[in-house]
Every structure is written in C-alpha cells, then in structure tokens.
C-alpha cells in the first residue's frame, strides 16, 4: 500500500467504529444500513476503485474483482453485516502483510545502505565537500574517521581499520595503510585516509552492488511466473464456478435463490489467491536478502533457485582453491648444517630477482644483504641464475641447471616448484615453493558433502602434478590441467552434456570470464571489485570466504522449501474451506478470516527465510 500508515490506522478505526455502531442499533433499518455503507465505503473504496480500474482496462479477474463482488454480493441479499466484514479483515490481512513486506525491505535496505552523500575532494590545494557523482578517477579524497568510504581507490596516506561487514558480511574489522586498495561502502573506523581514486562514483562498487540487487529483486523465477499464471487461469474459473452455484440449483433443482447466492459469495471470498501472490515473490526476496547479509551477490531470483539444485561444481585452482600467491613450504638442506647457508646463498643468488619465486625466498631470509659481495650475476632463461657470491660460485634453480655442471642431486619427488642451490660444486639442498591451498578449502567441500554434492571437478592451466596434488589433498577425483582459457570452455561443455543437470564453475572472475559465462551458473570468488567477477559472474562472493558457497546453498534450498510450504499449505486449506463453502458447512466469516490468516501465516513463514541464521 502507498498510504501512510496514519492514514491506514485512522482508515481502520473510523471503520470499525461505524461498523460496530451498525450493528449495535437494530438490525435492517435505514440508520444501520447507512452505518454500514460508510463503513464499507471507508474501507474498501481503494479496492473498489481498482476493480473499476482493472475493468475499463480488461483485466477482470482478480482479487480486487472478488472481494467487489463478493461483499456487493452481500449487501444485495441485505447481509450487510458480513458484506462489510469480508471487506474489513481483506483489508486488514492485506495492511498486516505490506507491514511485513515493507519492514523487510528495509531491513535488506539498511543492509546496502552503502551510499554517501558528499566526499570531501583536493581541489587547489584545500578540501570540498562535492557531490561523489563529480569526483573524477585519479582525485584525491579524504575520509574521516566513522565517515563511509564513497569510492573505490589506492590509501595514499594514513593507516586505520575499516568495518567491510556491509559489502562481505565478515565482521573482522580489515587493518589499510598506504598502497591498500579500498572499496566504497567500507566505513572507516579510525584515522583520516587520502585516498586516490580509480573509479568513477557510477562504475564504482557501491553503485554496481545496488544495482544488482534492485535487478535481482525485479526478476522473476519460474516458481513466480507459475503463480502469475495459475492465478491467470484458476480466477476465471472460479468466478465460473460462483456462478454457477447459483444458477445450477435454482434453475434445476428449485433450490433457494438466497441460499445459493451466500454460498457461491462465501466459494468467492475463499478463492481469493492472496497467501501465493504475496508470500511467492516476498519469499525470494527474503532470500535475496539474506545472502546480501552473509556476503552473497545473487543476480536474481533465477540464480538463486538454481543454486540449491547444482549437483556438479567445477573449480578453477589458482586464486579459487589456492591462495593464488607463491609461499614456501618446505626446506631440505642436503646435510643439516647447511640451512642458514642455503638460506644465505639463495637469498644473494635471488636479490636481483622480480620473479614471484626469487622474492618469496629473499624475504625468507632475515639476514643483512650485502650488495659488494654479489659478482658475475647472471639469468640463465627458463632454468635459473648463474652468481659468485663472496667468491663461491653459486648455482640457483632447476635440477638440468646444476646436473649439466656435474652436480650429483639426490632424487626429489615432491610437488612443486623446486629451487635447488650449490656453491662452489657442493650441493646444499632445495626449496620447494608452491601456492598454498585456502584454509577454507578443505571446510567448503566438507559442508558441500554434507549437502549431498559429491560431483567436483577442477579445470586449471597449472601442471598436472601440482593440480593431482590439490586434488587428491580435498578429495576430487576429476581433475584437467594444462589448460588455456578457451580450453576451459570446452571441458564446461563437455561436462555439461554429459550431465542432465545444471553445472555451476566457480573462478576468480578474472581470466575465467570465458567459461564463467559458458556455465550455467557462475559463481565469482575474491573479485567484488572487478567488472570480470560482477559482469561474467551469476553470484559474486564478496570476499574469499569459499564457504560461503554452501551457506548459499542453505540459503536456495531453505528458500525453495518455504516457497513450496505456502503453496501446497494456501491451495491445501482453499480447497478444504472452498468445498465446505459450496455445501454450506462455513460462513463468509469463516471464509475470510481463513484467507486473511492463510495469507498473515505464508508471509510470516516467508519472513523465516530473512530472519534464519545460516
């Protein structure tokens, strides 16, 4: 309802007043008669209206058309008592049910509450306040301490911690210092940042996460269109059957004309179909809503459905399983008193080094490196360094490097890359350096089987042994490696034919947009800010918490069976008073206080779906 709630309360008491006034002065005389009209004109001229409305414009049947005929109906065999009942507790059901619709959309609201109003801007050497629409990328910003972030961009100046919770839902406050990069719609907690800004306010964050969310709102689900349908084609039928009811005994029968115009009334007023054109689409709205607060960016309706039914999930490695970054982890000196040499000569034979390999070693070691002692430096592509440090001649990378000097090296079979070292001939030991798994990898597919999902397949352009390893660490059986982007899109549909299911990829939104798009879900892991993940992405997880892929799946499934709750429970109890009615064994107030409480019960139910933890 568009009203103001004031003038709903003051719509609601007048009413009732002059209702109870008609039926406190004796029934049937011209003082109650007027008593009651104004009191069903009070409350009901909107739905009238409407039914007036939706006539000049050829849309006949529905619930405004019933509860018009419905309650004139009454009044035309003078129970005028029951007629403005009906319209009274219609009236009332529909006000309790928009509260409950409306407070919920603001409790998403206030959860993507995101936006500022004004960002104070470096113009001339002093800072304005302008509007965030006119700061153009490359500006600078300052943000004071409990203001929001207005748009993306690079710390400059300045350390604080900022609450992320609205954009991730991780309540972790995340420490930014100079050279972090920032999102908009963060709040920063402590201390003013400079920042310089990469987006314009129309591409940034903020801006594209409401606009996802007022899309996915918009869209409907098959579930949804089924019930616009169903109502299209059972509200007709119904209006048919009232008729019927009346015409059938009287005519044929010598039934009471009176007898069987209350109850075709009361078979109208049941059949009112408002429990499944309120609580279907308030249903996935609240499941929208409650992924928005755990972190979750659903496109719409659709994709949300279809989470709850994907039997395959195929992963990208780098970045989505691993951490996408280079670590050690592991150390083999050849003789134990050789570690802090090893370290030494690794970290002097990598210092010139930019490769992500070179520096995860020299940050390793904690040691003073001495620039003098470095000679003769030289990269020998695709196998190593060739250096003499501090007068030995030093050897750093792969195994050919140092067998084609004639270096015995023991056999290796552990996974990664490995870094072996030798100075002066004598081999010292190896690195083994890889890109770490997740922490969070091994809970995702414990929940996932939890689930009942067993089917997992990686895809990723790593070699096969790196990508057996990660496999066979969280249990997936099917792996493909060596793979190029477009190689990727062809294994997507291969598994996909080989499935009659629907098959979800989950990447890191950068250079899996491919395929991504080629699934028929695509889920984005770690890429809020990027246009890859929020364009080429169904669902974007907006941090790289992986086990929020199955609280997005509780979330679907748990929204799916409140969905089907409503309908089965809403047609179940129409039909049983509908049959009742069309015998004679309920009355029309019976009748409209079962489809005003169904309605109350599936919004309420509906409601379960925000308010749940998951």
Not at 431 to 441: G, P, Q, R
Request: proline letters at 2%; charged letters at 20%; hydrophobic letters at 45%.
């Amino acid at each position: 309802m568009k009203k103001s709630v004031d003038y709903q309360v003051i719509k609601f008491i007048l009413s009732g007043i002059l209702f109870l006034g008609g039926l406190l002065v004796s029934s049937h005389t011209a003082l109650s008669f007027v008593l009651l009209l104004l009191s069903y004109l009070i409350v009901g001229y909107d739905v009238i209206w409407k039914a007036l409305k939706n006539i000049i414009h050829g849309e006949l049947f529905d619930e405004s058309f019933l509860m018009t005929i419905a309650t004139m109906g009454a009044f035309a065999i003078q129970e005028f008592a029951e007629g403005v009942a009906v319209m009274f507790f219609f009236q009332l059901g529909e006000y309790i049910s928009d509260k409950a619709v409306e407070n919920s959309k603001k409790q998403v609201s206030s959860l993507l509450d995101l936006r500022s109003d004004t960002v104070w801007m470096k113009v001339d050497n002093e800072y304005q306040k302008v509007d965030p629409e006119h700061v153009s990328i490359g500006s600078i910003i300052m943000v004071h301490a409990g203001e929001r972030i207005p748009l993306d961009g690079i710390v400059v100046d300045g350390s604080s911690t900022l609450d992320t919770s609205s954009l991730t839902g991780e309540s972790m406050p995340c420490f930014v210092e100079k050279g972090s990069r920032v999102l908009s719609g963060s709040i920063n907690q402590n201390g003013s940042l400079l920042i310089e800004t990469t987006t314009t306010y129309q591409n940034s964050t903020v801006s594209k996460i409401l606009s996802l969310i007022q899309d996915a709102t918009s869209k409907k689900t098959k579930t949804e269109k089924f019930i616009t349908q169903f109502s299209k084609v059972y509200t007709p039928i119904v209006v048919l059957l009232a008729v019927l009811f009346v015409v059938v005994p009287v005519a044929f029968f010598q039934g009471d004309f009176s007898t069987w115009l209350y109850r075709a009334l009361v078979f109208l007023v049941i059949s009112c179909p408002c429990a499944l054109v309120i609580s279907i689409p308030l249903g996935f709205f609240c499941g929208i809503g409650a992924c928005s607060k755990n972190g979750i960016l659903v496109k719409g309706s659709n994709e949300l459905e279809r989470l709850g039914k994907i039997k395959t999930f195929v992963f990208d490695k780098t970045g989505t399983l691993t951490k996408g970054n280079f670590a050690i982890v592991e150390i083999h000196p050849y003789q134990e008193e050789d570690q802090n040499l090893l370290l030494e000569m690794a970290a002097y034979g990598e210092y010139y080094s930019l490769h992500p390999v070179g520096m995860v070693i020299k940050e390793l070691y904690d040691g003073k490196i001495s620039e003098k002692k470095i000679k003769n430096y030289k990269e020998v592509a695709g196998y190593g360094v060739r250096v003499t440090v501090a007068g030995k001649n030093v050897l750093l990378g792969k195994r050919e490097l140092l067998l084609d000097e004639g270096i015995d090296i023991p056999a290796c079979s552990t996974v990664g890359t490995v870094i072996h070292v030798s100075a002066d001939g004598k081999y010292l030991g190896h690195f083994v350096i890889a890109d770490e798994l997740k922490e969070d990898s091994y809970a995702l597919f414990q929940q996932l089987r939890t689930l009942g999902i067993t089917n997992f397949i990686v895809l990723s352009g790593d070699n096969e042994s790196i990508v057996s390893d990660v496999s066979t660490k969280l249990g997936i059986t099917s792996f493909y490696a060596n793979l190029l982007p477009q190689d990727k899109v062809e294994k997507m549909e291969q598994i996909q034919r080989q499935g009659n299911h629907d098959v979800a990829f989950v990447g890191d939104g950068m250079n899996d947009a491919p395929v991504l798009l080629s699934s028929d879900l695509g889920i984005s892991m770690g890429g809020i800010g990027t246009d890859a993940a929020i364009e080429a992405s169904d669902i974007v997880l907006m941090d790289d918490h992986l086990e929020k892929i199955a609280t997005g799946i509780r979330i679907s499934r748990k929204t799916h069976r409140i969905v089907y709750q409503n309908i089965v429970f809403a047609i179940a109890v129409k039909v049983i008073i509908l049959i009742l009615g069309a015998f004679g064994f309920t009355s029309i107030w019976a009748a409209v206080f079962s489809d005003v409480g169904v309605t109350i019960l599936a919004v309420l139910n509906a409601l379960r779906i925000f308010y749940h933890r998951y």
